[in-house]
């Protein structure tokens, strides 16, 4: 008899709601009932390793079986010739009535498989390595999560690059670097926590998809990060990544030498700079000996670097690097050199051009163990942004790929965004160097051009919040990260799917309706933000969250989009433009200089064009932008609705935690939407063709009602409030505004649209004739990376009453109570049919 071979009379366990907060993110391990497919997997679990290694996979295999399964596992480290069980091993301990494939597998590989001898069942986990062998049990217990079969002949896995980190980007202050979902996990008040259990648990979740390394402090690295006692603190953070395989890494600040070591000068070819280095790295290699090595963030958004001494980024990162490989360790130095003080007059200045025009001659000159990170578009993790012309242009040289997890540009966790088919488009791309197949998958992989190392970094930003990531839906993106930086190949709905499974259960209604709401989130956001390749078009001058379209214009930091009267776009042709489109090779280049076979998506990156340039579906630009707009928004609509048919069958507390989430996203995307089109409509002068834009009949707008205490004002920027005004109370105990309905008897539902700030927790209620129909609590919680105590785009929110029955002539009342400095601010009411 095989084993495993009911799996098609698998019942699915028609999950019971149970309070859960996410903290376990996709590692649930909820009980599958009648599993039956895995019934003869031996309830002996033998590892042959003693590291903590070993005993954390031979301890997760056992937690994870007996939860799933429920039935009891046992963990031991000796088996009888003759007993059943699971066998965990890797090369260096392997017996050889173990071995499934012989003894030869690459690094952090694992092969599963079972081995039958007459009664003896065996299930073979073996890893090349300590790390292989967790990743084969991770890899086991997905299989048993999703409930899919396990192989049976032997199957091997091996990870696509040896670099597979993430970046997180922590203060030692205990604040995250756009970090929305709570505080750091690692640090509080200028020290390492005294409590890491998180970093634990962080360790577990990170090894599960394969990532092998994190760097635990802020790319913008705090000047005290190589003290010696700092060094002592982070060994403890290393101590508790161990035994995950997780090895640590820190962000480094160039002038090091100088501001922690007292030398004169850190000039990085400097015999004393060079010894300094030497030393330090010993230093560290003494407290954590598994030490991953270095991130370096020089001459980039004020941060010093070699260019104070005249010298390139290679003999800066080549100084580093040659200390720290006798220990094993690397540098990754970031490809993100731009001078953020552009002429915006300089039709010619491009920040597109920085990464290449920094590092190309650069090629070939850094010491093998160095790599350079490079972001996946030229710009700054905007919504869309075509491949960094650097991956094609570096063949010398070992390469990763840096993806932001955290949602910077893309709805701060706030907005649910399915990024990894945006990571897939970058990983697809075929730079055609040397005129061949070269996608940057594989250049990053090391296959294109022969390199030694590489990979994928992965700025994760996780933070206290019990579920990491603050959206129970931004998880899917951590999770994929790491799949897709152990197997680039793999396809969307392979790594959706099985997330979905793992997180929310195998409920066939559940699974198709998660999978549908992540699957075109990117695109939903797209629609609603920036198109064309324009950029998100978030206020970037401040908290890069809600509309500020115009902020990215006429002023140093090169986001343009150079927009006026008669067109939009940057020219970045090498006809009449910047010259980007000449970094790429020439068969891409081709593709993006012509107009015509330029794509759409990433039209206004590469050309200016007039608003009526009409697209390859036969609209306008600015018509397709409403369009868009309009239908990006509507889809946010249903988000709520659509997973208001889950109720019940996903746990209440995540189900609550993200409807909420929904219906605020609901809500901004109409912010979103009304920004953007307004803005486009005023700038071309070209009317909508349905008559959308700046035409909402529903609308009541504040100023317009009678007020009492309430005082309007001007917005700023303008296209962030309905007919870019307000109204604030400045009176402590409150103020009301008035109006009498016109609407012909029916049910409606009522919206008010109103300014959450985060410095102040206002008091609304909304009474019809007299009688109330809901009170609110403006609280808004987004972590104030800088107080935003205005009305703008960022804070604008909508709440909605359903089902509301009115009838001509009825009044309705709004009373806001001001707290703190947020004076209970208001944009409109609109009333819309049910
Ligand atoms: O996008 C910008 C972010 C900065 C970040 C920088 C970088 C850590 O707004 O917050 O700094 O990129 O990647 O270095």
């Keep these: 008899m095989r084993l495993y071979r009911n799996l098609g009379l698998l019942l699915l366990a028609p999950l019971l709601a149970q309070a859960e907060d996410g903290s376990q993110g996709w590692l649930r391990y909820a009980p599958i009932t009648g599993a039956t497919g895995y019934a003869n997997l031996p309830s002996q679990v033998v590892v042959l390793g003693n590291t903590p290694t070993d005993q954390a996979a031979a301890n997760e295999l056992q937690r994870g079986l007996a939860s799933m399964l429920g039935r009891t596992f046992t963990v031991s480290h000796e088996t009888h010739a003759d007993a059943s069980a699971i066998v965990i091993a890797n090369l260096a301990v392997l017996n050889k009535a173990f071995t499934v494939t012989g003894d030869k597998l690459p690094p952090e590989s694992y092969t599963l498989g079972e081995k039958t001898v007459g009664k003896t069942h065996r299930y073979l986990v073996i890893g090349a390595d300590a790390r292989g062998e967790l990743y084969g049990v991770f890899h086991l217990l997905a299989l048993v999560g999703a409930g899919q079969p396990l192989p049976t002949k032997p199957t091997t896995e091996s990870p696509s690059s040896p670099i597979r980190w993430v970046n997180q980007w922590d203060n030692l202050d205990g604040t995250i670097e756009r970090g929305y979902a709570g505080r750091s996990i690692f640090y509080d008040n200028g020290h390492v926590r005294n409590d890491l259990s998180r970093v634990s648990d962080y360790g577990r979740l990170l090894a599960s998809v394969g990532i092998n390394g994190v760097t635990v402090n802020n790319v913008n690295s705090d000047l005290r990060t190589l003290e010696p006692e700092m060094i002592l603190e982070f060994a403890r953070i290393a101590d508790q990544l161990r035994p995950w395989g997780v090895r640590m890494s820190l962000s480094i600040d160039l002038s090091s030498p100088q501001v922690v070591g007292h030398l004169p000068t850190f000039d990085p070819v400097d015999p004393t700079v060079i010894a300094w280095w030497q030393s330090k790295v010993d230093e560290i290699y003494k407290a954590i000996p598994d030490f991953g090595g270095f991130v370096i963030k020089a001459d980039s958004e004020g941060r010093v670097g070699p260019s104070q001494y005249h010298r390139t980024p290679a003999e800066a990162a080549n100084a580093v690097a040659r200390a720290l490989k006798p220990h ?181 209604t559940v699974v198709s309706t998660i999978d549908e709401l992540q699957r075109h989130s990117w695109h939903v956001y797209e629609q609603y933000t920036g198109n064309l390749g324009i950029g998100t078009l978030t206020n970037i001058l401040g908290y890069h969250f809600g509309p500020g379209i115009e902020s990215a214009e006429r002023n140093g930091w090169g986001q343009w989009f150079r927009a006026d009267a008669n067109g939009i776009g940057m020219d970045r042709t090498v006809a009449t433009g910047t010259g980007y489109i000449g970094q790429y090779p020439p068969e891409l280049a081709k593709v993006y200089e012509d107009v015509n076979t330029c794509p759409d998506d990433l039209l206004l990156f590469m050309h200016h064009v007039p608003y009526t340039h009409v697209l390859h579906d036969g609209k306008t630009v600015v018509q397709y932008v409403y369009d868009a707009h309009y239908e990006g928004a509507a889809t946010a609509q249903t988000y709520s609705t659509r997973w208001q048919t889950l109720k019940g069958l996903v746990d209440d507390d995540r189900y609550n935690e993200t409807l909420k989430l929904f219906t605020y996203q609901a809500g901004h995307a109409i912010v979103w939407r009304d920004a953007v089109t307004r803005w486009f409509q005023k700038e071309s002068s070209i009317p909508d063709k349905q008559g959308r834009v700046g035409n909402y009949p529903d609308r009541i707008e504040a100023e317009d009602m009678t007020a009492e205490g309430y005082t309007p004002i001007e917005v700023k920027p303008w296209e962030t409030a309905s007919n870019s005004k307000a109204v604030v109370c400045n ?30 927790k206002s008091h609304f209620t909304l009474d019809l004739n007299g009688k109330p129909i809901g009170n609110w609590i403006a609280d808004d919680t987004l972590p104030p990376a800088r107080a935003e105590n205005q009305p703008n785009g960022d804070t604008s929110t909508r709440i909605t009453f359903p089902n509301i029955t009115l009838k001509p002539g009825d009044t309705l009342t709004l009373h806001g109570i001001p707290d703190n400095t947020e004076p209970a601010p208001v944009d409109y009411i609109e009333i819309t049919e049910k």
Aim: net charge negative; with cysteine.
């Design 328 to 508: 094993g360790g690397v540098v990754l130095y970031r490809g993100f050199v731009y001078n953020n003080h552009l002429d915006y007059n300089d039709l010619k200045a491009d920040r597109a051009r920085a990464g290449y025009d920094n590092f190309r001659a650069l090629d070939g000159k850094f010491e093998s163990n160095v790599v350079i990170q490079v972001k996946n578009g030229p710009i700054d993790f905007q919504v869309r942004e075509p491949a960094s012309p650097l991956f094609g242009a570096l063949q010398h040289t070992s390469q990763a790929i840096e993806f932001q997890i955290t949602q910077e540009y893309l709805g701060q966790q706030r907005h649910m965004v399915f990024l990894i088919p945006m990571w897939k488009e970058t990983l697809d791309t075929d730079m055609r160097a040397q005129n061949r197949s070269t996608p940057v998958k594989e250049i990053v992989e090391g296959k294109s051009f022969q390199q030694p190392l590489g990979g994928f970094v992965g700025v994760a930003n996780v933070g206290l919040d019990a579920n990491w990531m603050h959206h129970p839906m931004a998880m899917a993106n951590l999770y994929g990260f790491g799949r897709l930086a152990w197997n680039p190949d793999l396809t969307t709905d392979q790594i959706l799917d099985t997330w979905t499974r793992l997180t929310w259960g195998n409920n066939p």
């Design 731 to 760: 009176q402590p105990t409150g103020c009301t505004l008035t109006t009498t309905l016109n609407k012909p008897a029916g049910t409606y539902n009522i919206v008010v649209q109103y300014f959450d700030y985060w410095s102040g």
